[in-house]
């Protein structure tokens, strides 16, 4: 079964429900020159995962122009990929002594056009802003996105990181609906479930985008009690449909009726492979809150 198209109705547009993150591309361990990265594109266009989340920072601000080398010696590639960004963190370096954020309309414009060269698209499907910014003027901000819009430069804006009142600050701001706000979510963190952000998603009717699924790859290397009994319950449950545990983790995610997109973070080849074949083994409604169970340590109240 092919990775399945998950859509935005509001927006008149769909990303494919795994979608592959580009925050470790730097990390591979089978490098990362442009032959490997056109692997992994062409890997993931065969399972049918057609959509690539990236930011401007990733792999200090270089892997954008990674994925880009790679995309200019198969640009026909270009037409067949969605690519989503994201910007507004600043790393201190020669230029700023200070970790900040920078959600200002000209380092919005600044960023998204660097995006564009080092992408070497002509267009961006989807642009996050990556952090709640506590200097944010959500006016400025709506009237950038506009502008951007219309020039052709972007599809979509939406953000990263934001709880429900941020976001809603936002989204009162700006006369487009926000495209997705993109989460930490996983067994080991699992605020989102209860803290109003996947409520305020399904009322939005839009999709959260989940990253680190795998918690950075935690489940799979289980330390504390938590995460052994985690484990141990994927196992099991893997048996019992002989899939494997990482399928059964990121079944996991698609339980959820807001329809969660998880980010998938491996460089193995194999370990994509294996994610796609997810959507063959659905849980059921005990078998999910067994796994929230052994993960949070706790029944449900
Ligand atoms: N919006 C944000 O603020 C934000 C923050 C962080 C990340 N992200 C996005 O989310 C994406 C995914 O995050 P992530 O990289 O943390 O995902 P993740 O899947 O939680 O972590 C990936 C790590 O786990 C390991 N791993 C994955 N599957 C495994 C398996 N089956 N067995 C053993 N180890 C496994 C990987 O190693 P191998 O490569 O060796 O498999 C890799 O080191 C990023 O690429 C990025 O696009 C967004």
Redesign the pocket.
């Known amino acids: 079964m092919k990775v399945p198209q998950i859509e935005f109705p509001i927006h008149k547009f769909s990303i494919s429900r795994l979608v592959y ?4 591309l730097h990390e591979d361990k089978e490098g990362s020159s442009p032959e490997r990265i056109l692997e992994k594109i062409e890997l993931c266009l065969s399972l049918g995962i057609d959509t690539f ?1 990236h ?1 401007d920072i990733y792999g200090g601000f270089e892997n954008e122009e990674l994925f880009g080398k790679a995309l200019s010696k198969l640009p026909s590639l270009k037409s067949k990929i969605k690519i989503i960004t ?1 910007c507004g963190i600043q790393i201190p370096g020669s230029k700023f002594p200070t970790k900040h954020y920078n959600t200002s309309k000209e380092h919005i414009r600044y960023s998204v056009e660097r995006s564009l060269r080092k992408l070497t698209v002509d267009k961006l499907d989807v642009v996050l802003i ?2 709640p910014d506590p200097l944010m003027d959500p006016y400025e901000l709506a009237e950038i996105f506009e502008v951007l819009i219309t020039e052709g430069k972007v599809n979509h804006f939406g953000v ?2 934001f709880t429900p009142s941020q976001f809603q600050m936002l989204q009162s701001a700006y006369r487009r609906p926000l495209f997705t706000n ?1 989460v ?1 979510f ?1 067994p080991f963190r699992t605020e989102p479930l209860f803290d109003g952000t996947f409520d305020q998603i399904l009322e939005s009717r839009i999709h959260p985008m989940i ?7 935690r489940i ?2 289980p330390k504390t009690e938590r995460e052994v009994a985690t484990h141990s319950k994927l196992q099991e449950i893997a048996k019992k449909y002989g899939s494997s545990a ?1 399928q059964v983790l990121y079944s996991w995610f698609l339980n959820h009726p807001a329809g969660l997109v998880p ?6 080849p194999k ?1 994509i492979q294996s994610a796609a074949e997810c959507f063959s083994y659905p849980l059921t409604r005990v078998e999910w809150f067994s796994i929230l169970e052994a993960a949070r340590g706790k029944e449900v109240a």
Do not use: C, M, Y
């Open positions: 993150g580009i925050w470790r989340d930011a994201k990556h952090r990263s990181n993109q930490e996983h990253w680190s699924p795998t918690a950075g790859g799979f290397v990482d980010i998938l973070g491996t460089n193995e370990r």
